[in-house]
């Protein structure tokens, strides 16, 4: 690793540039930019058969595509959903006028602790928001058993779990919607981008009207709907991408293997194990820093820093630490013992396809070393 190379959390895969002038080429020719163009239908057709679901609805980007899930099912007052995840979960039910109301999470998995969801459930609450992350799959029958007992839907905000499945099953498959984002650090990238998955045709329809200002045909607006749509190059960049993706999750495989190989024996350090009966897409590989580790994990963030290794704390701070969220009683952190511990615990390393076995070497080095 030479003295000056930065290497960052993740760095997006770029398909060859010859390959995406050709795209560009007919975009340019065409002239049809935007507005559900003929890339976007090959992408969404596309989509719908790599990931194994029925409808999904492209977006320009993961936040405005959650903003308009909830929307689509017109969901009110509270919802229910984890604080440990990145900012956007939480800001699309603030931007709908919705309190979130936030449960703890897991310690294995990080997603939302099922144990914990009926207790804050109130006459108000009309929807649970989960999220997959680190494409951790939540439990989505348990999930799906409490939603059905007390009347509530469910969003899945699955911007982590890009082609991710359970027994050989899209876990888009399950709740009433789920999020996609495309955004340029995931695992699949169309620049930006993002995407709603929903099982019938009808609700497709009423999400397509919605991300383009409520038009349902020329002269007749059935909403108060939002400019979201994607564009023709965000989505031939897409088409590009699905040519790739196969390669590039098991490149992420290998590098998640081979820093678990290399990270096995250190006290005081954890990572996360596949989940048996689920195929993963690896977006990341957070270590979590306990009291047993010689520093602490701020300490080994500044360091990694010092070698020119820029780690990321995925997710920390919580969100309920966030200002427009930190009066709220469900925000609390006695409420969230375990989200706190785990927030103050964990470090993203470099997790990306070109990523190369000399840095992972060491990095996990320097962590063994410090
Ligand atoms: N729900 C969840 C669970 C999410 O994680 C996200 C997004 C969303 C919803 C919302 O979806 P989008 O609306 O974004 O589609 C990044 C991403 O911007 C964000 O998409 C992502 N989650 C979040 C977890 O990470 P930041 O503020 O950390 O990004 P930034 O600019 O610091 O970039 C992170 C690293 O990636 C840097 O080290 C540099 C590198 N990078 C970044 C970009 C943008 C590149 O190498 N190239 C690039 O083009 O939020």
Request: net charge neutral; with cysteine; hydrophobic share 40%.
């Amino acid at each position: 690793m030479s003295e000056k190379k930065q290497i960052l959390v993740t760095q997006p895969f770029l398909p060859p540039l010859d390959e995406f002038n050709e795209y560009l080429r007919q975009i340019w020719e065409s002239k049809w930019l935007t507005n559900n163009g003929k890339f976007h239908q090959e992408l969404e057709k596309a989509l719908c058969e790599y990931l194994g679901i029925k409808y999904i609805s492209l977006f320009s980007n993961g936040t405005l595509a959650l903003i308009t899930a909830i929307q689509t099912l017109k969901i009110t007052g509270e919802v229910i959903t984890t604080p440990y995840s990145f900012v956007a979960t939480s800001h699309a039910l603030w931007w709908n006028n919705i309190k979130p109301v936030f449960v703890d999470i897991e310690p294995e998995t990080f997603n939302i602790d099922l144990n914990k969801i009926e207790a804050a459930i109130t006459p108000k609450t009309t929807a649970i928001m989960p999220v997959h992350v680190y494409g951790n799959p939540c439990r989505v029958e348990k999930i799906k058993e409490i939603a059905d007992t007390y009347g509530l839907k469910v969003i899945y905000d699955a911007a982590h779990a890009f082609g991710v499945k359970i027994n050989n099953n899209s876990v888009l498959n399950f709740g009433d919607l789920s999020v996609m984002s495309f955004h340029a650090t995931k695992v699949y990238n169309t620049f930006e981008g993002g995407a709603i998955v929903c099982h019938d045709e009808a609700t497709k329809k009423r999400i397509d009207f919605l991300k383009n200002f409520g038009f349902a045909n020329e002269t007749t607006v059935v909403a108060p709907g939002i400019n979201a749509k994607m564009n023709e190059v965000q989505a031939s960049m897409g088409l590009l991408q699905l040519k790739y993706i196969d390669e590039n999750i098991e490149k992420r495989k290998k590098i998640a293997e081979l820093y678990r190989k290399n990270l096995k024996d250190i006290k005081g350090i954890s990572f996360m194990h596949d989940l048996s009966g689920v195929k993963h897409c690896y977006p990341y590989f957070p270590i979590f820093v306990n009291e047993e580790y010689s520093r602490t994990r701020d300490e080994l963030y500044e360091e990694l820093k010092k070698n020119n290794i820029y780690g990321r704390r995925y997710f920390y701070p919580l969100i309920s630490h966030f200002s427009p969220y930190r009066s709220m009683d469900s925000a609390k952190p006695e409420n969230l013992p375990v989200a706190e511990k785990v927030s103050n615990q964990v470090i993203c390393l470099p997790m990306y396809p070109e990523l190369e076995i000399e840095d992972i070497t060491n990095i996990t080095l320097i962590i063994k070393n410090i």
